[in-house]
């Protein structure tokens, strides 16, 4: 059958059914008849138990068709993509609409061809004539919920306006009162008016009990809400639980306010919010206008201090930082009241002050992590090369290894010092250079200086030549580069590969295909191919235009 969905009414009667069946079936077995939805607005919720996407958006489905039903016009019609019965059976026992047949994998198979159905969850929504009102079901619900009822452009372009409005007019009543709710809870589960708010700074904190990064962050967030809730400061929890256990465990410690648990404010602040990542902190002010998207940052760097938020803060501590980082040395970030000294890895203490005046690396990685196993037969290589000719050279390892065996054993195939393990200082030097990922190696010169924070990309790329790492150095290893560029061919061919020309183009940063080793700033490159050759691999001028005849 051959409908074109965009332009022709669809009879759901006649898709839905088969030569041996008239009826489409509830999650106890009934069978209905498929003409029964016939005038309806009608969901085609194409799902499967297997996927994950899937488990996530059914309970929301759910939510929505709950509130829709009385209506008694409108109705989902599952069609399944699981692989046995058993599967279907499971999954179909949550919903409390309608499906076809497993039996019938001939119709479920016709019906994802004629709706295009090229990855799910996926939600088609039919008017009571059988036009397709919309192929983006799944937007339209996680976005609007049941508000999107009936699913037509107009309705879910005048809720894109209301939010629109709503960001112009922001108050905090408009971003936490909903519906006939308006209050929040206490983690005694006490009532709290929204109203006792107003005219505060307040902190939506977008979080999940479970997530690794937010459990760590929550205690530096009560670390500021402690020395901030006699500021006119409030912090309010939207909690991205799926369980209520885990949200009541959590929420028990925080000392702050929240919405309640599966509350619908929370998915609309969600989106409102256009939240991406957690932890996410977004700051209100006293007159509910967002001063901040996302706070996180700014509290692990600066605590309570960044209060209140504003931009004015933000620059005057912008510029305490400048200062700080002109100011700093190797004493200011490694020693502290309790701790004044590395060690190596025979255990020895060694105190900070003698490794004054030198050239340090401090190195973040850890045993669990692979781009650090790779990289660190390089670190080795480089700083024993560059011990040979600067005794004064050092690197300290700062660990991020979850246990004290995995971080000895590491430490135990490194030549150079540490901090001990699980150091409190680890927290702060994280926080002071912004370490996300890992490896990173920060340059820090014998003033106490920064100088540079791109440290392994350079080692990657120009192993110990990149020592110091000061800018002018790197500065003239890319002139020198540059130079030698000038008698070299702008195309050619390699013999290895041959089929297409080669052009020398400029590269940050690449793996040669020749000699498996990472080059930097010119290569010979194959487009169709992704072909890099390191110019030191690549035939001399005179072997690549003979290779080009």
């Known amino acids: 059958m051959v409908i074109d969905q965009e332009s022709s009414p669809i009879d759901l009667a006649v898709v839905l059914s088969s030569k041996e069946r008239d009826f489409i079936i509830c999650r106890n077995g009934e069978q209905v008849k498929g003409s029964s939805i016939t005038g309806k607005i009608v969901g085609l919720y194409f799902s499967g138990s297997w996927c994950g996407p899937c488990r996530q958006f059914t ?17 989902i019609v599952f069609v399944s993509s699981d692989k046995d019965n058993e599967s279907f059976n499971e999954y179909f026992g949550k919903m409390p609409w309608l499906a076809v047949p497993f039996s019938d994998a001939e119709a479920r198979k016709n019906l994802k061809q004629l709706f295009k159905v090229r990855a799910i969850p996926h939600l088609v929504i039919l008017d009571g004539t059988g036009r397709v009102l919309s192929n983006e079901g799944v937007k339209c619900i996680k976005n609007f919920g049941h508000e999107a009822y009936p699913f037509t452009s107009e309705r879910v372009d005048y809720l894109r306006q209301e939010e629109e409005k709503a960001k112009e007019n922001q108050s905090l009543r408009s971003l936490l009162v909903y519906a006939s709710r308006d209050f929040l809870i206490s983690n005694e589960e006490i009532k709290i008016s929204v109203s006792e708010l107003e005219g505060k700074t307040v902190c939506l904190y977008f979080a999940m009990s479970t997530h690794r990064r937010c459990k760590s962050f929550t205690l530096k967030l009560a670390e500021a809400y402690e020395k901030l809730k006699q500021k006119n ?4 929890l939207i909690s991205m639980d799926e369980k209520y256990e885990d949200f009541k465990k959590s929420f028990e410690a925080m000392p702050w306010l929240a919405l309640p648990f599966k509350d619908e404010s929370c998915e609309r602040l969600v989106r409102y919010f256009e939240h991406k990542l957690l932890p996410q902190l977004v700051i209100i002010s006293p007159d509910g206008k967002t001063l901040q998207q996302n706070a ?3 509290v692990e760097e600066y605590g309570d201090e960044a209060f209140p938020f504003t931009q004015e803060k933000l620059v005057t501590l912008a510029n305490l930082k400048k200062k700080k980082l002109e100011a700093q040395t190797l004493e200011s970030i490694l020693v502290t009241a309790d701790r004044d000294f590395v060690i190596s890895n025979e255990g020895l203490k060694v105190p900070v002050s003698k490794l004054m005046g030198r050239n340090i690396l401090l190195y973040f990685a850890a045993s669990w992590s692979l781009p650090s196993r ?12 560059i011990k040979k000719n600067d005794a004064n050279f050092e690197v300290i390892f700062i660990s991020s290894d979850h246990d004290e065996p995995s971080f ?3 430490f135990s195939s490194m030549p150079w010092l540490a901090l001990p393990f699980d150091d409190e200082r680890k927290a702060f030097l994280s926080r002071r250079f912004n370490i996300v990922g890992i490896p990173v190696a920060i340059a820090i010169g014998p003033s106490g200086c920064t100088v540079n924070t791109q440290v392994r990309q350079l080692l990657e790329t120009h192993g110990a030549g990149a020592y110091p790492f000061t800018e002018e150095h790197i500065k003239n290893l890319q002139q020198q580069l540059d130079k030698n560029t000038t008698g070299w061919p702008k195309k050619g061919r390699d013999e290895i590969h041959n089929e297409h020309e080669l052009a020398l183009i400029h590269q940050q940063v690449y793996l040669c295909s020749g000699c498996k080793e990472m080059g930097y700033g010119w290569a010979f490159f194959c487009k169709r191919c992704n072909y ?3 110019p030191k691999c690549a035939p001399k001028q005179e072997e690549m235009n003979r290779i080009s005849v």
């Open 374 to 385: 790779e990289f660190l037969p390089k670190i080795v290589t480089a700083y024993q090369e």
């Open 408 to 410: 000895n054993n590491i």
């Open 532 to 534: 890099r050759l390191h």
């Open 59 to 75: 309970p929301k489905l759910v939510e929505a068709y709950d509130s829709l039903y009385p209506k008694g016009e409108f109705e």
């Open 296 to 298: 996180v940052k700014l």
């Open 233 to 236: 400061f409030e912090i309010v």
